[in-house]
């Protein structure tokens, strides 16, 4: 991933020094910020400076802040954590009860109508949902608000850099509640996608689970059907369904580029689309690795999820 994202971003047209410093900089100016920037140097030296510097921790300084690409990225990661978070927690509260009622009652009205809207969610491009959204809810209704995380003359303490668990941390109620009502929004746009994913596979999972003869056999011992359904299937069919959901928090956590741009959530989405702008070489790696990163310890996570859900994976 290293090698991909450190020679593709040397193809992106423009030069860092020259955007840094604009049209109107004198050319020995742009060669003298080259030169302090490294940019001189052959590809694959700086490639190699690079991962040597990154397998100590150091993924460089950015170009346009100077500060270190690590502080900006943690800077930046409370926010998109508790935006993924929420749309995840959207995406499950909704998807896995929809997907149970639907393969409960297949072929249903409920069935067809899930499928429905199943597609839908998944066809539908999130920054227009998001559009939709913020003219329905706040420009029509006035009922959520729009952008950002918190309105201004609000203040929260900073403790985790998440503007909901601060609040609660603090006892700050006005600052909970403001919160919250910014969250919403970009969290069920967010979450579409993932909710309709999840509903599909939790449909799947059941009807497979369902035709099982143990499932047979307890509706025969007169188990109350909604105890088989939720004791004996649910739990039985969540692998897949688990699977899922970690694969979508893996790339919702990569950052969630258009969902942070329109509502201007100041997350590791929204300074990969101002790095990309700028040329910001270092950043833009270092935003790639970090989501590359998370992908794979969300898969390891998962992974370790298995055994706890099914016994049978621990022998």
Sequence with gaps: MSVIVFFMVRAIPGDPAQILLGQQATPEQVERLRERLG????????????????????????????????????????????????????????????????????????????????????????????LVLVVVFTVRLDLLPFPGRLSSGVEIVRITGMVVPDAILTGNFAGLWDG?????????????????????MTRSAMLEVMGEDYIRTAHAKGVTPWRVVFKHALRNAMLPVVTVIGLQFGLLMGGAVLTETIFSWDGIGQIALESIYRRDYPMIQGVVLYGAFFFVLVNLVVDILYAVLDPRVRY
Excluded: C
Excluded at 96 to 112: C, E, F, M, T
């Design 39 to 130: 940019l001189n140097e052959d590809p694959l030296t700086q490639y190699v400076i690079f991962l040597r510097d990154a397998l100590t921790g150091d993924l460089g300084e950015s170009i346009v802040t100077g500060r270190p690409v690590t502080v900006e990225l943690l800077d930046r990661f409370p926010a998109t954590l508790e935006l993924t978070l929420a749309a995840l927690l959207f995406a499950v509260a909704v998807g896995i009860p929809v997907g149970v009622l639907a393969a409960v009652r297949q072929y249903s009205w409920i069935d067809r109508l899930t499928s429905v809207v199943a597609l839908t969610g998944v066809s539908m491009p999130i920054f227009w949902l998001a």
């Design 180 to 200: 919250v009502k910014h969250l919403i929004l970009p969290a069920v746009a967010l979450g579409t996608i993932p909710m309709a994913v999840v509903t599909r």
